[in-house]
């Protein structure tokens, strides 16, 4: 089909170079993750954000294979404390990453797709589409004006995308996006936000 590319995921180097830029502290990392505040990592709490870094779909058996692998888990329980976080070389984990490459069907996103510009000036079928979408939504018409194109995803033979919400909590190494007006680069990673409409 024209006009299709294939999905990209963030290359794992990309992500542990954005994560080095970060300049936040194992500790710092232990809290963000630690989303119970019970002072342990559970597995489903360290599932959150291993899908981010190589792309590739996590299970809690993935989990646990790295953490044997890389020895961050010496009494085997599935969980860390924050000690054997601390004590846990972050570098490994990301060798790990690296030489564990996906196959397609691992990976969180396995399509095709492009982007269809909705604003002034395009063809009176997206110009529809975007009308829709605004009296749908209720968003203000700057917000979806403003906002990316349309994405058209074609899943082939084996194609798929893991359930998720495509907003997050917001962190102070984060910047909250909702239009694609300014690219803020100072920052190494957006938040979309969530744009509940009045009632």
């Known amino acids: 089909m024209k006009g299709l590319q294939r999905s990209q995921i963030l290359p794992t180097e990309e992500y542990e170079e954005a994560m080095g830029t970060m300049q936040i502290s194992q500790l710092d990392l232990f809290r963000l993750l630690d989303q119970n505040h019970d002072g342990r990592l559970q597995l489903r709490e360290v599932l959150a954000q291993t899908r981010l870094g190589s792309g590739r779909w996590m299970t809690p058996e993935n989990i646990q294979e790295m953490y044997s692998a890389i020895k961050a888990d010496p009494d085997g329980d599935g969980v860390l404390s924050l000690q054997e976080f601390s004590d846990m070389d972050l570098r490994d984990f990301h060798k790990y ?3 564990h490459k996906a196959a397609a069907s691992e990976l969180v996103r396995n399509s095709h797709h492009t982007w269809l510009y909705q604003g002034k000036g395009a063809h009176h079928v997206m110009r529809a589409i ?3 979408v605004l009296r749908l939504t209720r968003l203000s018409p700057e ?12 899943y082939g033979e084996g194609g798929h995308y893991h359930a998720h919400v495509d907003s997050g909590p917001v962190y102070p190494e984060t910047i909250c996006s909702h239009t694609k007006l300014v690219a803020n680069e100072s ?3 957006e938040t979309s936000c969530r744009q509940v409409p009045p009632t």
């Open 97 to 99: 990453m690296r030489r």
């Open 143 to 154: 917000i979806v004006e403003l906002s990316e194109p349309m994405q058209v995803v074609r």
């Open 187 to 189: 920052v190494p990673f």
């Open 130 to 132: 975007h009308q829709r």
